[in-house]
């Protein structure tokens, strides 16, 4: 059974750092891997996905890297500021079943401290 | 603009109500999905409909119904609500295909008392 592990659980930084978030899933047997962010009460907004053939994509600040023999997603962002403040998830789309297969981490809620 | 839009943002309901969420699209996309969010058990798939009429159970369909007549709109239905269905419920919805970014709503806080 694909499990997908985020940790650390909460992250606080000063302004400016350069950062990087960790995702870990236990079956390199995946479609894709995506991450979101969510703010305080809202919904999920997709950042970046990864598709199984691919070893990075870049957006601006963010820049995400997948390597599948490790289980291993990273998230780095770039010059960080108090606006990056959030809960940052990320998702595995697993092989089999439907698409309905998306297993989400429990998130990195991130501060960024002016 | 791509937009996954939950009619109710804040519900407080009774115990053994009906209850209904709505979720409507406006991409034309052939999936979308129900999900719950709670503190420390992060989200959880409760139904998925990859075509009007068609849908598959998540990981937690127990105390759930879905419906799709429409391909937009996706109607989670608390069929007797319950105490422990208070929760943070988020409708999604992607096109068809593996590799397609998923799109969700704002979220639906539903307290049951």
């Known amino acids: 059974k694909q499990e997908v592990t985020q940790i650390p659980a909460a992250l606080s930084v000063p302004e400016g750092e350069n950062l990087v978030l960790n995702c870990s899933f236990t079956?390199?047997?995946?479609?894709?891997l995506q991450w979101f962010r969510q703010d305080p009460g809202k919904g999920l907004t997709s950042l970046l996905l990864?598709?199984?053939?691919?070893r990075e994509q870049t957006s601006g600040r963010l820049n995400a890297s997948l390597d599948k023999s490790s289980g291993r997603s990273t998230l780095y962002i770039a010059a960080s500021q108090p606006g990056d403040s959030a809960t940052y998830l990320c998702a595995a789309l697993r092989y089999g079943g439907s698409q309905g297969n998306l297993i989400f981490g429990k998130g990195t809620k991130l501060s960024v401290k002016p | 603009d791509v937009k996954v839009t939950q009619s109710s943002r804040y519900l407080v309901k009774r115990t053994g109500e009906k209850v209904f969420l709505e979720c409507v699209q406006d991409?034309?996309?052939?999936?979308m999905f129900w999900y719950r969010q709670d503190p420390g058990l992060g989200l959880r798939l409760i139904y998925f409909s990859y075509d009007v009429k068609m849908k598959e159970k998540g990981d937690i369909p127990e105390g759930y119904s879905v419906s799709r007549e429409k391909k937009e709109r996706f109607s989670l239905i608390l069929e007797s609500a319950s105490t422990n269905q208070t929760s943070m419920y988020l409708c999604?919805?992607?096109?068809?295909?593996?590799?397609?970014?998923?799109?969700f709503g704002e979220g639906s806080w539903l307290t049951v008392v």
């Open positions: 999604a919805s992607s096109s068809t295909g593996y590799g397609n970014t998923i799109y």
């Open positions: 991409m034309d996309h052939e999936n």
């Open positions: 990864i598709q199984s053939s691919q």
């Open positions: 079956d390199s047997a995946i479609y894709n």
